[in-house]
């Protein structure tokens, strides 16, 4: 570019910035106020950070110093140490943790005797005394063990010094039945299963009653005192029968559960409902319903009314006193009836006894076409004429009688029979 | 494409900051021995130590590069003294720049302001003369999208090499931009073929080329210009 172009560009320029001058310093103070906002955003965020992280660590820490404590030992406790064969006694066993705490152990323990033929124990912690002798009896949790010695003492080497009944106080519904068990104390400390020896007793019979080994059958709502006696020793045990709660709908059902009938024809439903207590009873609170009134409509009250062919569900819907809803439903078939029916021939007949004529019976249905239905035929007076699948039979008796013919309830039109003898006509005089 | 020059970390690091880092982070352990809630006063302190001794002045010279103030108020006033000094140093060079780019003296202005501005927001670290490349590149830049707008705005979508400067009473009017561009920041700005053309995108082949074209025309507006 020549000096001399350059020079008059410089200075067109240098015009233009003296007349429209820069300012420096408000260009400056934006850039540095857009900085001083980013850092205080910056110093924000890591406070912030630092107080989370802080935050999380301690959450973290105090989480990892919670750790479950470690089961360190087992106790086996029980109310004696000793028992008189066949005697029960129930083990309880309470874990120390490391950090300190006990806790009462109830599932996941495995119980074991060192000595079943001394006394066994059972999956629950009860111990059953079975012969004298002293048995290790162990209870585990995940490889710790606890150790209860039960001593099983000789009958007859200790005095009774108590006796009492276990439950005290038990509850039953009629007809229900409790086990009692009367134990003894001994004078050496020792427990013992007195059911079979002690003698057992009802004061309030109608209410409960107990058999020789205590067990409770409870007859009416009630209270009764069961006792137990033994060696001048007495225990008694409170038993509540309650009342009977009653009885509620278990189903329900309609009644016929299945029914055919003519078209035109009604039938009354019955809805039966089952209760818990084992009774039925028909249940009058039910909203029936069809499943196709073309076929069969029913009334509120359950009445069944056949329209068309075919066939129906009936349901019978009952909402109880809980608002359980129970339903029940019905196969209702409709077949044609008989509309009409029809003997012939239309006579009258005339018989000499023992003579026949045979009649037919013509049905109609309510489709307009024949069929061949069950038909009952009936003499007015079967002494005169009697008649059997329409074939009428003069009687001793001399006399008229009108037979006809039923089919689904539809009577036919009477056909006149005469019994007697036949009257020669008349005929032309031979001279 | 501006580029501004990489942050660097390492630099940040220095002895003291990674000595309180080391205290924190064993300040921290000591806390994870600590038993149950007592764990959150050497922990706290220790994170704490972290963020406000070493994190923060780290980001703060990354940012604002070296400054003897500990504080941040002091420390933005320091950085903002030192880039008024070197802009004041470059303002006269700039302007020249601004109004032989943009025949409006106004936009001109304006665009220098805007670039200064930013190049003040985006410019991390020490403040070194590559801050001016970084200015005129900025300036370019917007220069660039006031021309397109302008372009958009009155409707006229012809160009496509790049924005029409406005037929103007400077000789350089009669340029195309990126003549105009590459002529100015060579001769006035005294940038370098290989500068201009990273300072806009293009191959250095191009810029030398625009730069070529610029010459011969100026030279020929000099000669006519030269005729009585």
Redesign the interface.
């Known amino acids: 570019?020549?000096d001399?172009?350059?020079e008059?560009?410089?200075s067109?320029?240098?015009l233009?910035?003296k007349?429209?001058?820069?300012?420096?310093?408000?260009?400056?103070g934006?850039?540095?106020s857009?900085?001083?906002r980013?850092?205080?955003r910056?110093?924000v965020v890591?406070?912030v950070?630092?107080?989370l992280?802080?935050a999380g660590?301690?959450a973290l820490?105090?989480l990892l110093?919670r750790q479950p404590a470690v089961l360190e030992s087992i106790a086996v406790s029980a109310p004696a140490s000793s028992l008189h064969p066949e005697a029960i006694l129930q083990l309880s066993a309470e874990a120390t943790y490391s950090d300190g705490s006990h806790s009462p152990l109830q599932d996941g323990v495995e119980w074991a005797s060192d000595n079943l033929a001394v006394a066994g124990i059972s999956a629950d912690g009860k111990a059953t005394a079975v012969a004298p002798g002293v048995a290790g009896l162990t209870a585990t949790v995940d490889g710790v063990s606890g150790r209860f010695e039960l001593t099983v003492t000789t009958p007859g080497t200790a005095s009774l010094k108590a006796l009492r009944i276990t439950p005290g106080d038990a509850e039953a519904d009629p007809g229900g039945k409790i086990q009692l068990l009367a134990e003894g104390t001994y004078s050496d400390g020792s427990l013992g299963r007195l059911n079979v020896t002690a003698i057992w007793g009802s004061r309030d019979p109608g209410i409960a009653t107990v058999d020789g080994d205590g067990l409770v059958t409870a007859a009416a709502p009630g209270t009764a005192i069961i006792s137990a006696s033994q060696d001048g020793f007495e225990a008694t045990a409170r038993i509540t029968v309650n009342t009977a709660p009653p009885a509620k709908i278990s189903g329900l059902a309609i009644e016929p559960a299945e029914l055919t009938i003519k078209q035109g024809q009604t039938h009354q439903m019955i809805a039966v409902a089952s209760y818990t207590d084992g009774t039925t009873k028909p249940e009058s609170s039910v909203t029936w319903s069809t499943g196709n009134p073309k076929v069969a409509t029913i009334s509120a009250s359950g009445l069944v009314t056949a329209q068309g062919l075919g066939q129906v569900l009936i349901e019978a819907k009952h909402v109880d006193a809980d608002g359980t809803e129970w339903k029940a439903q019905s196969k209702v078939t409709v077949e044609h009836a008989v509309i009409r029916v029809v003997v012939g021939p239309a006579g009258p007949h005339a018989l000499e006894p023992g003579a026949t004529v045979q009649l037919t019976a013509t049905v109609t249905y309510s489709d307009g076409k024949p069929g061949k239905p069950v038909i009952t035929w009936a003499s007015s007076r079967p002494i005169i004429a009697s008649v059997s699948n329409g074939l009428v039979r003069g009687g001793p008796v001399q006399g008229q009688v009108t037979i006809t013919a039923t089919a689904d309830g539809v009577s036919s039109n009477g056909v006149v029979v005469s019994v007697g003898p036949t009257i020669p006509t008349q005929g032309p005089v031979k001279g | 494409m501006c580029e501004l020059p990489k942050r660097r970390w390492r630099s940040s690091l220095t002895p003291l900051r990674l000595v309180l880092a080391v205290l924190a982070v064993a300040a921290?352990v000591a806390?994870?021995l600590?038993?149950?809630?007592l764990?959150?006063l050497p922990?706290?302190a220790g994170?704490?130590t972290?963020?406000v001794a070493v994190?923060?002045p780290a980001?703060?010279e990354i940012?604002?590069g070296a400054s003897p103030s500990i504080k941040?108020a002091p420390a933005?006033k320091d950085?903002?003294d030192e880039?008024?000094s070197v802009?004041?140093r470059q303002?006269?060079d700039?302007?020249?720049?601004?109004?032989?780019l943009c025949d409006n003296?106004?936009t001109?202005?304006s665009l220098?302001?805007?670039?200064?501005?930013?190049?003040?927001?985006a410019w991390k670290g020490p403040v070194t003369p590559q801050l001016r490349v970084y200015t005129l590149c900025v300036f370019v830049e917007l220069l660039k999208k006031h021309e397109h707008w302008l372009q958009s705005r009155e409707g006229k979508t012809k160009g496509t090499k790049g924005p029409k400067t406005k037929n103007g009473k400077?000789?350089?009017a009669r340029l195309s931009y990126d003549e105009r561009v590459a002529?100015v920041l060579h001769?006035?700005a005294n940038l370098t073929v290989g500068e201009i053309a990273g300072m806009t995108d293009r191959p250095a082949l191009e810029v030398g080329k625009s730069l070529a074209a610029a010459?011969e025309k100026?030279?020929r507006?000099?000669l006519e210009?030269?005729r009585p």
């Not at chain 1, 007349?19 to 400056?28: E, G, V």
């Not at chain 2, 700039?94 to 032989?100: F, K, N």
């Not at chain 2, 220098?112 to 927001?121: G, M, Y």
């Open positions: 570019m020549r001399a172009l350059r008059r560009l410089l067109e320029a240098a233009h910035a007349t429209n001058p820069a300012d420096l310093d408000r260009a400056l934006e850039g540095m857009t900085i001083r980013r850092l205080v910056a110093w890591v406070i950070a630092a107080v992280v802080t660590l301690v820490r105090v110093d | 921290i806390g994870w600590v038993p149950d809630l764990s959150a922990i706290g994170l704490l972290f963020a994190l923060m980001i703060r940012e604002l941040l933005l950085r903002e880039l008024r802009f004041e303002k006269g700039m302007e020249y720049c601004a109004h032989l003296a106004e001109a202005r220098l302001e805007a670039a200064w501005s930013q190049s003040t927001n400077s000789p350089l002529v001769v006035f010459e100026t030279n507006l000099a210009e030269g």
